[in-house]
């Protein structure tokens, strides 16, 4: 499993990115014909390269080794030369793309990259089983091998990590964060505090996540159109909720801009049994038939705890930083909103559009195990009381 999130695809930049995101890792050679990937050089400086031929047609990308974004080209194959021109974010040629030229097939290709008058010299060999053979490919949360192309096996294999904070103790559990350094996202590992086997598949999960968001990082910044700077384009931010030998409980929210009208946001929960190495859904630990009941008991916890939220009448709140948010809508609380388990109960994510950003956190959104007891699946409440503040 790769993606864990659900994105709204609403808007043109959700769509690009799904779309990039897809062919980052299923590669042209899903859709096109012959497919081959180089390492190499233009003047000193490292790349990767991969190209796709059809007839005399020519696409693909590159990207250098210390920047990772793809930059896609076309253009065609006649008498033994490979002639393209890179494309922008909208697959469309610039004002100056840049060019390259090289002879093919040849085992070692030699050519040209030009760029405004300028010229270096263009140096090509396969990839090697070294450069696409990265451990963090054998992770077995990590999408199916034979579905990866070979250029995101070696991105997977530049990912790299320093630690960002000092540790944090949770329910007994010491948690460690890190960030990668090529998109600065900050993400966490368990340290120390679970049973062998259950921590290192924990961090397995983990690390696939931290990899995925990784890549999808890069996607976005591949694809797109403005420009693209990791700092203030694609941001994400882990909370961890609850930890134990039998669930590892995280909140998440990002923020990502790939072009289009506007950023989109997401904040969603993440429940991973650490028994079954599943996430869990609302039909895992709710009762058959208790959606209903678990609507009206949400919001009657919530209306009595937060009462200013929950009064269609009255005026927007200033901790909503002036949004009108309406908490009062029902709608927002049925059992497909988000969740996480939390050491102090229930914590919903409600969704709202990108105006309502601002909306999508409501730290007061948390309703006690015991207000839910007669509602929970009595195997798992026995979970969650184990889960202590």
Same mark, same amino acid.
């Given at each position: 499993?790769?993606?864990?999130?659900?994105?709204?695809?609403?808007?043109?930049?959700?769509?690009?990115?799904? !779309?990039? *995101?897809? /062919? #980052?890792?299923?590669?042209?050679?899903?859709?096109?014909?012959?497919?081959? @990937?180089?390492?190499?050089? +233009?003047?000193?400086?490292?790349?990767?390269?991969?190209?796709?031929?059809?007839?005399?047609?020519?696409?693909?990308?590159?990207?250098?080794?210390?920047?990772?974004?793809?930059?896609?080209?076309?253009?065609?194959?006649?008498?033994?030369?490979?002639?393209?021109?890179?494309?922008?974010?909208?697959?469309?040629?610039?004002?100056?793309?840049?060019?390259?030229?090289?002879?093919?097939?040849?085992?070692?290709?030699?050519?040209?990259?030009?760029?405004?008058?300028?010229? !270096?010299? *263009?140096? /090509? #060999?396969?990839?090697?089983?070294?450069?696409?053979?990265?451990?963090?490919? @054998?992770?077995?949360?990590? +999408?199916?091998?034979?579905?990866?192309?070979?250029?995101?096996?070696?991105?997977?294999?530049?990912?790299?990590?320093?630690?960002?904070?000092?540790?944090?103790?949770?329910?007994?559990?010491?948690?460690?964060?890190?960030?990668?350094?090529?998109?600065?996202?900050?993400?966490?590992?368990?340290?120390?505090?679970?049973?062998?086997?259950?921590?290192?598949?924990?961090?397995?999960?983990?690390?696939?996540?931290?990899?995925?968001?990784?890549?999808?990082?890069?996607?976005?910044?591949?694809?797109?159109?403005?420009?693209?700077?990791?700092?203030?384009?694609?941001?994400?931010?882990? @909370?961890?909720?609850?930890?134990?030998?039998?669930?590892?409980?995280?909140?998440?929210?990002?923020?990502?801009y790939c072009g289009g009208a506007?950023?989109?946001?997401?904040?969603?929960?993440?429940?991973?049994?650490?028994?079954?190495?599943?996430?869990?859904?609302?039909?895992?630990?709710?009762?058959?038939?208790?959606?209903?009941?678990?609507?009206?008991?949400?919001?009657?916890?919530?209306?009595?705890?937060?009462?200013?939220?929950?009064?269609?009448?009255?005026?927007?709140?200033?901790?909503?930083?002036?949004?009108?948010?309406?908490?009062?809508?029902?709608?927002?609380?049925?059992?497909?909103?988000?969740?996480?388990?939390?050491?102090?109960?229930?914590?919903?994510?409600p969704s709202f559009a990108h105006?309502?950003?601002?909306?999508?956190?409501?730290?007061?959104?948390?309703?006690?195990?015991?207000?839910?007891?007669?509602?929970?699946?009595?195997?798992?409440?026995?979970?969650?009381?184990?889960?202590?503040?």
């Amino acid at each position: 499993m790769l993606r864990l999130r659900t994105l709204s695809l609403k808007s043109f930049s959700g769509r690009i990115r799904l !779309l990039s *995101l897809f /062919l #980052l890792l299923f590669g042209f050679n899903q859709i096109k014909g012959q497919t081959h @990937s180089f390492s190499g050089t +233009i003047g000193k400086y490292p790349i990767y390269l991969q190209i796709t031929l059809e007839g005399n047609k020519v696409e693909g990308y590159y990207f250098y080794k210390n920047k990772l974004i793809d930059i896609s080209f076309s253009g065609t194959y006649k008498a033994g030369l490979i002639t393209v021109n890179t494309l922008d974010g909208l697959g469309e040629t610039p004002e100056n793309p840049e060019a390259f030229k090289f002879k093919w097939p040849n085992k070692s290709p030699v050519g040209t990259w030009t760029s405004k008058g300028k010229s !270096l010299e *263009l140096k /090509l #060999l396969p990839l090697t089983a070294k450069e696409t053979g990265s451990p963090k490919c @054998s992770n077995p949360y990590f +999408i199916k091998e034979s579905a990866v192309n070979d250029m995101t096996k070696v991105k997977v294999g530049l990912f790299k990590l320093k630690e960002a904070s000092k540790p944090e103790i949770i329910n007994g559990v010491k948690i460690r964060y890190f960030t990668e350094i090529n998109t600065g996202i900050d993400f966490f590992r368990i340290d120390s505090g679970l049973v062998t086997e259950k921590q290192k598949d924990a961090n397995f999960y983990l690390e696939n996540f931290h990899i995925s968001e990784y890549l999808e990082a890069l996607s976005c910044a591949s694809y797109s159109v403005y420009g693209f700077n990791f700092e203030s384009d694609y941001n994400l931010g882990a @909370s961890v909720r609850s930890v134990s030998n039998d669930l590892m409980c995280f909140s998440v929210f990002s923020t990502f801009y790939c072009g289009g009208a506007h950023p989109d946001e997401s904040n969603y929960g993440v429940n991973f049994n650490l028994n079954n190495h599943k996430t869990i859904t609302t039909e895992d630990y709710l009762l058959a038939g208790k959606d209903e009941l678990f609507q009206e008991r949400i919001i009657a916890y919530l209306s009595k705890t937060k009462p200013e939220y929950f009064d269609p009448e009255a005026e927007a709140n200033p901790d909503d930083f002036g949004y009108d948010c309406d908490y009062y809508n029902m709608e927002l609380w049925t059992t497909d909103c988000s969740f996480t388990f939390t050491n102090e109960g229930l914590k919903l994510h409600p969704s709202f559009a990108h105006y309502k950003a601002p909306c999508l956190d409501p730290e007061w959104s948390v309703v006690p195990y015991s207000e839910l007891k007669d509602l929970i699946k009595p195997e798992f409440y026995s979970k969650l009381t184990k889960l202590k503040p």
